[in-house]
């Protein structure tokens, strides 16, 4: 009986901590609109990452996939909705999106990971 428990207990630890889908998938924004992109990340810090390499984090305010931003030290919507379709000269600004970058993004995942294995 009690191995049993112990069993199932660490058959329940294994299935909580698989990892994200590898492959793309699609997304379809509040307009309707969808793009291709990959879920990445762990427990400690999770994303969704384009082609091109733009984090984007959900908002749920908005129901969108926003370009991400780091706000005290955590991924955060930027409030601007992700597209992949190029913008029409005249009709638009350019996004205004402030790209996160390589280093500060692996470093905040390895904060992420720390904090998390000194629990």
């Given at each position: 009986?009690?191995?049993?428990?112990?069993?199932?207990?660490?058959?329940?630890?294994?299935?909580?901590?698989?990892?994200?889908?590898?492959?793309?998938?699609?997304?379809?924004?509040?307009?309707?609109?969808?793009?291709?992109?990959?879920?990445?990340?762990?427990?400690?810090?999770?994303?969704?990452?384009?082609?091109?390499?733009?984090?984007?984090?959900?908002?749920?305010?908005?129901?969108?996939?926003?370009?991400?931003?780091?706000?005290?030290?955590?991924?955060?919507?930027?409030?601007?909705?992700?597209?992949?379709?190029?913008?029409?000269?005249?009709?638009?600004?350019?996004?205004t999106h402030h790209?996160?970058?390589?280093?500060?993004?692996?470093?905040?995942?390895?904060?992420?990971?720390?904090?998390?294995?000194?629990?």
């Amino acid at each position: 009986m009690l191995r049993n428990l112990i069993a199932s207990t660490l058959f329940s630890a294994l299935l909580l901590a698989a990892p994200a889908f590898q492959g793309e998938r699609t997304f379809v924004q509040n307009d309707g609109s969808s793009f291709q992109a990959q879920v990445k990340g762990d427990e400690y810090l999770h994303w969704t990452e384009t082609k091109n390499g733009d984090v984007l984090i959900y908002n749920k305010k908005s129901k969108n996939h926003d370009f991400a931003i780091i706000q005290n030290s955590e991924l955060a919507p930027s409030g601007e909705m992700y597209t992949d379709q190029p913008q029409t000269q005249g009709l638009r600004s350019a996004p205004t999106h402030h790209k996160i970058s390589k280093e500060g993004h692996s470093k905040l995942w390895q904060q992420k990971r720390q904090q998390g294995l000194n629990r």
